[in-house]
């Protein structure tokens, strides 16, 4: 083990120290400390980089003042250390910069500093991670415990230790260091200089480790040249840094509407129920329950009260019980009321539709109405689909259908755009290793598709159609919209390498209407939409049925999966399985091949070269081999190890099992219309750049580009866009990409 060298710059001779180190470094780690975690409203209070194993220096510019409770800048010789570290950040373009989740410092780099350090952005160390172990996890302190073997560290004590230290300091110097609000920026200097200079040796550290394992892999270029890399520094890091315009107005006047909507919901809700002898009863039961006759307490305040308002049927009964406590002196009417008065006050109405409790009791206890499933502690589960399951046959659970989507629409999307906009944007978080399969993780994929008339009710239309409205172009801007036509389907067949599933696209047919001929045999029928014997046309309830097994049987889905979808005998699905199968005998192979390899490789290697890890299935299969996912075999396997006590071992491994098999099928699709999407957006990138086109990519949803275009522009940026989707990858199926130009999200897939 070496020393370790950190050094905290606070003179002039320290700074020229620091500049010489720099220039003459190769490969340099980078990292920023701030106030912060948004980069549009945070300060840079110092940086750190190391150029060598166990060395870091780290540069503060900013400190905090206990005394005034401030941040206050930092000078040496008369300069602000500010201004100094322009300088110095600046002698970092043209190096190989490495940095753990480098969006983060990039942009804070750029809003504070003005200096773009993208280009020199060399190595993410959480991507590397990624693309080496899948899986997780991402954090760089995490990473190194679970390295700290191999890189020689200590790091679960040194990272317990690090973090009491910046803990006591922050709290005594009277900041929060709680899991939402970690006031890093509130300790001591000295404190903060040693956690930061540790992190970016500790990020030389897993790049150095894991550089030799890329190549052992062969995705060194994958990583460096082809993929990972270029579309971090190109679209991902951009994507976060640009925001998407809102219509703030649009927003407003939706929230208003369906506020005074949802109230509207909850009291017809409450009035249907209401209407119920059932719900009646259990009111009534609950008022007593809750505020029984007592000559004491709320129920007797209540009682007196009335009967001086003169409410009160038997007023001399009133005194009596007042005096004595029988109940025998009330009237029923006016016990009643009293109990049922103070439930509405101490809730709010005679039930609360928010609760699940209340309204799992009253439907299952009272209404006598059939759970569909059972909650982990095995009570009566009350949730959204009992609701819908009840809606046709119950006034109120329709209703309570709608409240809830209404309610639902305005958290997730009018609430969270209202409160979290900034100048009018939303900052939609993007995550490039966010996935097993390398495809983009981002809270833009929530946004809701438009429905259709029938899909749901007109009021819920009303407000899901308007939502992705709220994304718009700015005045003199255009969004380009680009779909991936089928892309998850055409991958498929690509990969499958079935003649019959290629020539589907080949021949313009309608993928799940060649599925349902091939699956049933169905004679006399076509899969083409232009023909009179289109499937859709004569028998669209086949189709429908083929649409869910497509994809689903290569995914993993055995009979029983498929019966009980379908809703039907599972030697009927079965049979459909079968039929399915030996009408494209090359997927049956393609997913026979799959799991041999699964099995005793243990990884899958994509047509781009990203690999999925599955040493886990490897495990399992040496050790039991397929009987795991054999039923007659698993049934022996499940009395024996429930004599043994470990029943629930067993489970889980032959969970684990089948999980991985279906893994390694999902994965080979999944992450090959990943690399379809990744590379074209590169491409794009780069011919926008190259013909000096205003425009760049804003968000990318599932399997469609939205691009922010000048309106100038937006004719041309929409042809390269289209041309990049169709052509930058090459698959058997043919892709095929449809562009639309409009002002907002909603209009570009009108």
């Known amino acids: 083990k070496c020393m370790k060298s950190y050094k905290i710059i606070t003179d002039a001779a320290g700074v020229v120290e620091l500049a010489n180190y720099i220039t003459q470094g190769n490969i340099i780690a980078y990292d920023t400390e701030t106030t912060s975690v948004n980069p549009r409203k945070g300060d840079i209070i110092g940086f750190s980089v190391s150029a060598n194993l166990n060395e870091g220096y780290y540069f503060p510019t900013k400190i905090w003042n206990n005394d005034t409770q401030t941040i206050d800048d930092l000078t040496i010789e008369g300069k602000r250390c500010e201004d100094i570290a322009v ?233 009596k019980f007042l005096a004595d406590g029988n109940t025998e002196h009330l009237d029923p009417m006016d016990s009643m009321r009293v109990s049922l008065d103070l439930l509405k006050e101490k809730e709010g109405g005679l039930i609360n539709i928010s609760s699940k409790k209340q309204l799992g009791e009253l439907c299952f206890d009272y209404l006598r109405i059939k759970p569909l499933s059972k909650t982990r502690k095995g009570n009566n589960q009350f949730n959204e689909n009992l609701v819908d399951h009840i809606s046709k046959d119950y006034e109120w659970a329709a209703k309570m259908k709608d409240y809830n989507k209404l309610n639902k629409i305005k958290s997730s999307y009018i609430d969270r755009f209202t409160e979290r906009s900034e100048n009018g944007k939303y900052y939609f978080y993007v995550k490039q290793h966010g996935t097993t399969s390398g495809r983009f993780s981002s809270d833009s994929q929530q946004l809701p598709r438009i429905l259709e008339p029938g899909e749901a009710s007109p009021l819920v239309l009303k407000y899901n159609n308007v939502v992705r409205r709220f994304v718009k172009s700015e005045d003199d801007r255009r969004l380009v919209i680009c779909d991936q036509s089928s892309l998850e389907p055409r991958v498929f067949a690509s990969v499958s390498n079935d003649p019959g599933l290629i020539n589907v696209f080949k021949n313009g047919e309608d993928l799940y209407s060649r599925v349902a001929i091939q699956a049933w045999k169905l004679e006399g029928m076509s899969a083409i939409k232009s023909d009179d014997n289109y499937l859709k046309k004569l028998r669209p309830d086949l189709r429908q049925r083929a649409k869910s097994i497509a994809l689903a049987i290569p995914y993993g889905a055995g009979a029983w999966q498929i019966g009980k979808q379908l809703d039907i005998h599972i030697k009927e699905a079965q049979k459909m399985i079968n039929g399915y199968l030996d009408g494209f005998p090359e997927l049956a192979k393609w997913m026979t091949d799959t799991h041999l390899r699964a099995n005793t490789v243990g990884r899958i290697v994509n047509k781009t070269g990203r690999i999925r890890h599955l040493d886990k299935v490897k495990y399992i299969y040496e050790k039991f081999e397929d009987n795991l996912i054999k039923p007659w075999v698993f049934k022996g396997m499940k009395e024996n190890a429930r004599k043994a006590g470990n029943e629930k071992e067993l489970q889980q491994l032959r969970m684990e099992y089948k999980n991985g098999l279906n893994n390694a099928k999902n994965f080979q699709i999944q992450s090959l219309a990943a690399s379809i999407m990744n590379r074209s957006a590169i491409r794009i990138h780069e011919e926008f750049k190259k013909h000096n086109i205003d425009a760049y990519i804003m968000l990318q949803i599932h399997d469609e580009f939205v691009v922010n275009a000048s309106a100038e522009h937006a004719e041309r940026a929409c042809e390269i866009t289209k041309d990049c989707m169709e052509n930058t990858v090459s698959i058997e199926t043919g892709l095929v990409a449809d562009p639309n130009i409009a002002t907002d999200f909603a209009e570009g897939h009108a």
Not at 111 to 139: A, Q, V
Not at 193 to 207: F, N, P, S, W
Not at 219 to 231: I, K
Request: glycine share 6%; hydrophobic share 40%; charged share 35%.
């Open 87 to 319: 300088k110095l950040v600046k002698l970092l373009i043209g190096k190989k910069l490495v940095m753990h989740n480098a969006s983060f410092d990039v942009r804070f780099t750029k809003n504070c500093y003005d200096i773009d350090l993208r280009d020199s952005l060399y190595c993410d160390t959480m991507l590397l991670r990624h693309t080496l172990k899948e899986d997780g996890p991402f954090g760089l302190k995490d990473i190194a415990i679970e390295l700290q073997n191999e890189l020689g560290i200590d790091a679960e004590k040194e990272a317990n230790e690090e973090q009491i230290k910046l803990k006591e300091s922050i709290k005594a110097n009277g900041g929060q260091a709680t899991k939402t609000n970690y006031e890093l920026y509130k300790a001591d200097m000295q404190i903060i200089g040693e956690y930061a200079a540790a992190d970016t040796d500790l990020t030389l550290r897993v790049m150095t480790h894991y550089l030799p394992i890329l190549k052992e892999e062969n995705l060194w270029d994958f990583f460096f040249t082809d993929e990972v890399m270029p579309l971090y520094r190109t679209v991902t890091i951009q994507m976060e840094e640009k925001g998407s315009m809102l219509d703030m107005k649009l927003i407003g006047e939706m929230d208003e509407q369906i506020t005074k909507d949802i109230i509207r919901l909850e009291k017809e809700v409450v009035d249907a129920l209401m209407k119920l002898p059932e719900a009646k009863r259990w009111a009534l039961e609950r008022a007593h329950e809750s505020f029984p006759a007592k000559k004491r307490g709320n129920f007797a305040k209540k009682l007196l009260d009335y009967k001086n308002r003169g409410m009160m049927k038997n007023e001399d009964g009133v005194d």
